[in-house]
């Protein structure tokens, strides 16, 4: 729906929420499980920068999702990124991201749509996904509506979105390295021509996955 605005012209600002989704979807057209009660929604950005900044949104994203996290946990302890669009709760998954793009013809983003689902008082059950989930609830913050979470994670998503846009993508880079799942830790990266293989040392200046492998 929010894709469907920016092709109309919307401008950037626009935020579409949804109080349950019946097709919802994550990364590689995976299911998202979205049942009444989570929290829902798209940005419409419209940054004016180059096509190839467009995975730095998924990171300002990230940062934003994970201070709204700890905003409504109250603490920020157990609360981590991890690469490339998941945050986490004691090493549970508690919000993913879906960063989808259009470029126009002199290859500057047209517009950008960051889809968000945070987990508030339900959880999928542990056979329904691939990688352990939690939700707000279980961590501790067993009032928090849409609502609230809405307004706490559009907040942080401005705050995160002026700071990239006028200081660029440094301290966004710092702010998702210090909270990053397993960094400095070995990794195997599946999903390519090739499992990749080495320990997590770094992201690059465009937010690459730096792997320190064996020669």
Known sequence: EAQRFA???????????????????????RSWLSPAGGLYCSFLLRPPCELRQAPEVGF???????????????TDERVGCK??????????????????????????????VAGIGI?????????????????????GATEVTPEVALAVLAAAMATWLERWQTVGFAPVRQAWLRRAHRHGERLVIRGGAADLDGEFI??????????????
């Open 7 to 29: 092709i109309l012209g919307e401008p950037a600002g626009l935020i579409v929420s949804a109080s349950e989704q019946t097709q919802g979807r994550g990364r590689q057209r």
């Open 60 to 74: 300002v994203t990230a940062v934003a999702v994970a201070d709204a996290v700890i905003a409504l946990l109250g």
């Open 83 to 112: 690469w490339p669009n998941d945050i986490l709760v004691g090493g549970r998954k508690v919000a993913g991201i879906l960063v989808e793009s259009a470029a126009l013809a002199n290859n500057t983003l047209d517009w950008v």
């Open 119 to 139: 987990n508030l008082g339900e959880r999928p059950a542990a056979d329904m996904v691939m990688y352990p989930a939690t939700c707000l609830a279980d961590e």
């Open 202 to 215: 770094d992201l690059d200046a465009n937010g690459a996955l730096v792997l320190q492998t064996q020669q």
